[in-house]
């Protein structure tokens, strides 16, 4: 299985700031279709997980550009430019590349 | 507006069988992969099956192979998920999500196996 290495496991950031989060993988998440399938979620407190980024760097649906995605093979970071108050949660990274899907472990994100 | 809604939770005895429901909206339901996802309580996420769109193959990790089964009826919009031989470690909120790329996500719903 693809063991999905975050770091770090915890942050706190003020309001403005800038932070990004690691998320390393066991092996390349290449596909054979030539596509990576690394998403970023996250999960704000009593909530479901919604995504923001796909396939590395795609900004999902309604996400601000605040957030962003880089990365290749097996080392992949997600930023995010001026925290803001609503960012407050949980980031999880999954691959989706090969079967069994699995998750990084999380990095929770407070706001100071 | 895309909208998956889980039923069937609850709890239930190790050992007992349980049987969750997802109903989709919004979307062309059998354009697309449908998965379920868990995650126990105050731990992380863990994929536990997907099936693809037409049904015809379904995708497991190691901790459930053998004790559930992920299936859907394309003319009801609705996915399942057979879960038998429940463990403890089987407690989590069970969430349904659109494909294997995770860009929709249910509210969940609790799965307890306790005696």
Redesign the interface.
């Known amino acids: 299985?693809v063991v999905m290495t975050q770091t770090p496991p915890s942050l706190s950031v003020a309001i403005g700031q800038s932070v990004s989060i690691s998320c390393k993988s066991s092996q390349s998440l290449v596909h054979s279709d030539g596509k990576t399938?690394l998403?970023w979620?996250l999960q704000n407190p009593g909530q479901?997980?919604?995504?923001l980024i796909?396939?590395v760097s795609n900004l999902?649906?309604g996400v601000p550009d605040r957030f962003s995605g880089t990365g290749s093979e097996k080392d992949f970071t997600l930023k995010i430019s001026r925290v803001e108050a609503e960012d407050l949660g949980v980031y999880?990274c999954?691959q989706?590349t090969h079967?069994?899907?699995?998750?990084?472990?999380?990095t929770k994100l407070e706001i100071k | 507006e895309v909208q998956l809604v889980e039923t069937g939770g609850g709890l239930v005895q190790p050992g007992r069988s349980l049987k969750l429901s997802c109903v989709a909206s919004g979307f062309t339901f059998n354009n697309y992969w449908m998965?379920w996802t868990r995650q126990a309580p105050g731990k992380?996420?863990?994929?536990v099956a997907?099936i693809t769109n037409s049904g015809g193959s379904t995708?497991?990790?190691?901790s459930v192979k053998g004790r559930f089964t992920i299936s859907r009826d394309n003319a009801q919009n609705t996915l399942y998920l057979q879960m038998n031989s429940l463990r403890s470690e089987d407690t989590a909120t069970y969430?349904c999500t659109r494909g294997?790329?995770?860009?929709?996500?249910?509210?969940?719903t609790l799965v307890t196996v306790s005696s």
């Open positions: 299985d399938y998403n979620l479901s997980p919604k995504r796909y396939q999902g649906s999880h999954v989706a079967v069994p899907f699995t998750f990084g472990s999380g | 998965s992380g996420l863990e994929w997907s995708y497991y990790p190691d969430y294997y790329g995770f860009a929709y996500w249910g509210q969940g």
